[in-house]
T-cell receptor, first 115, second 114 residues
């Protein structure tokens, strides 16, 4: 079974600092990769996704992520965070198994940005 | 835009009660999912359904059951609620089984078992 590992459980930054959240997965077959964000009191929503092609994908609100197949990684980055980026971030993998895509989530990273 | 609606934002029940959590989606999605979200544990899959009347166990199905009688509705049932089932429950939908598309989530139900 696949697993998803998020290395940082809690991250605290000041506004304008750069952000990188790590995500590694364990599955050798075809995968699709996602980052979701959950702002306080809101539902999870898609930040960005990778299916194929350019391994550097751009999402909403200035976020981007890079898929490195050899490292089984899909790290999320933002050059300059804002107070409004305070949220919980989840990495997720859809792994192709038996013709179906089975979603697996990481444990999440709580990001607090101080103004 | 996909709308996934969970019937309650907050629910308080007593130990031993049978509890129903309801979820409805309005985009004719085939797949629906139930997760529980606990601090430090992320999202853990309880059950999912590929289509009407179909269900599959997820990673933590013990103590839960589900019902999918209509395509738009997916119910999670706690047969006999226990305090360790106090959690945030999230429902999600996805367009279809062989899809690599992302899931769409509801707002969640925060369930407290006393």
């Amino acid at each position: 079974a696949q697993s998803v590992s998020q290395h940082n459980h809690h991250v605290i930054l000041s506004e304008a600092a750069s952000l990188e959240l790590g995500c590694n997965y364990s599955y050798g077959g075809t995968v699709n990769l996602f980052w979701y964000v959950q702002y306080p009191g809101q539902h999870l929503q898609l930040l960005l996704k990778y299916f194929s092609g350019d391994p550097l994908v751009k999402g909403i609100k200035g976020f981007e992520a890079e898929f490195i197949k050899s490292k089984f990684s899909f790290n999320l980055r933002k050059p300059s965070v804002q107070w409004s980026d305070t949220a919980e971030y989840f990495c997720a993998v859809n792994a192709l198994a038996g013709g179906s895509y089975i979603p697996t989530f990481g444990r999440g990273t709580s990001l607090i940005v101080h103004p | 835009d996909v709308k996934v609606t969970q019937s309650s934002r907050y629910l308080v029940k007593r130990t031993g009660e049978k509890v129903f959590l309801e979820c409805v989606q309005d985009m004719d999605h085939e797949n629906m999912f139930w997760y529980r979200q606990d601090p430090g544990l992320g999202l853990r899959l309880i059950y999912f359904s590929y289509d009407v009347k179909m269900k599959e166990k997820g990673d933590i199905p013990e103590g839960y059951s589900v019902s999918r009688e209509k395509k738009e509705r997916f119910s999670l049932i706690l047969e006999s609620a226990s305090t360790n089932q106090t959690s945030m429950y999230l429902c999600a939908s996805r367009i279809r089984q062989k899809s690599n598309q992302p899931q769409h989530f509801g707002d969640g139900t925060r369930l407290s078992i006393l």
